[in-house]
Every structure is written in structure tokens, then in C-alpha cells.
Nanobody, 125 residues
Framework: VQLQASGGGLVQAGGSLRLSCAAS????????MSWFRQAPGKEREFVAS????????YYADSVKGRFTISRDNAKNTVYLQMNSLKPEDTAVYYC???????????????????WGQGTLVTVSS
């Protein structure tokens, strides 16, 4: 299984970025796909999730209203549209896959079976 994240970069505060994560080697339509992030010196934290069953989207409170997660099962790809970026959004962003669908489990990183390599997002003030 491979999860290949891309789209990170340097952006000014208030700007936008779109991350992509292309998956291979798994039945993509049967996995909940999520984004986590890890800032320097901090724990990896949940950002957003799009479940495989029911198509529910969950977001961390810190990104609600600014970030949008979506998925294209035909392309085996999950996206994270990030708008109104803030310096505190600076982190390495990871995509991940799990078969869980409930909010309780998909927000917990230990429930994930597969992880991508991460893409760095830097937001300057």
C-alpha cells in the first residue's frame, strides 16, 4: 500500500493550498481517508476525515469553516482544500487510511492502518 501526499508549500497567511493524496494497493472505496498534521515539537493531530461508508466528513475545531476534505474514488485520491491559512497551520500534513467510520475512532491516529510520507505546509505571517 502506498499513500503519496503532495501539494504542500510556502504560503502567506490568508492564502490557500490544496493537498492531494493518491492511494494505491488498497480498495480505496472501502477506506476512510483522513489528514493529520504534526507541527515541530508537537503531537500528530487529527485534521479532517471522509468516511468510506455514509460519506461523512469530520473536522478538527481548529480548521472548521476553513478546510474542506473531499475524495474521488475513481482516482483513488483524497484532497484537502485549505483556505484562510494561519501561521499556526504550519506543519507536516499526513494522509492516512483506516476502515473505521465512527467519529470516535477516525480522530485517533492509532486506528490507522496506512500512512503517507507527509507534505510540508508553511504559512508565513
Amino acid at each position: 500500500v502506498q499513500l503519496q501526499a503532495s501539494g504542500g508549500g510556502l504560503v502567506q497567511a490568508g492564502g490557500s493550498l490544496r493537498l492531494s493524496c493518491a492511494a494505491s494497493g488498497l480498495t480505496f472505496s472501502r477506506y476512510t481517508m483522513s489528514w493529520f498534521r504534526q507541527a515541530p515539537g508537537k503531537e500528530r493531530e487529527f485534521v479532517a476525515s471522509f468516511t468510506w461508508s455514509g460519506g461523512s466528513a469530520y473536522y478538527a475545531d481548529s480548521v472548521k469553516g476553513r478546510f474542506t476534505i473531499s475524495r474521488d474514488n475513481a482516482k483513488n485520491t483524497v484532497y484537502l482544500q485549505m483556505n484562510s491559512l494561519k501561521p499556526e497551520d504550519t506543519a507536516v500534513y499526513y494522509c492516512a487510511a483506516t476502515m473505521q467510520i465512527s467519529h470516535y475512532y477516525v480522530t485517533r491516529r492509532y486506528e490507522y492502518d496506512y500512512w503517507g510520507q507527509g507534505t510540508l505546509v508553511t504559512v508565513s505571517s
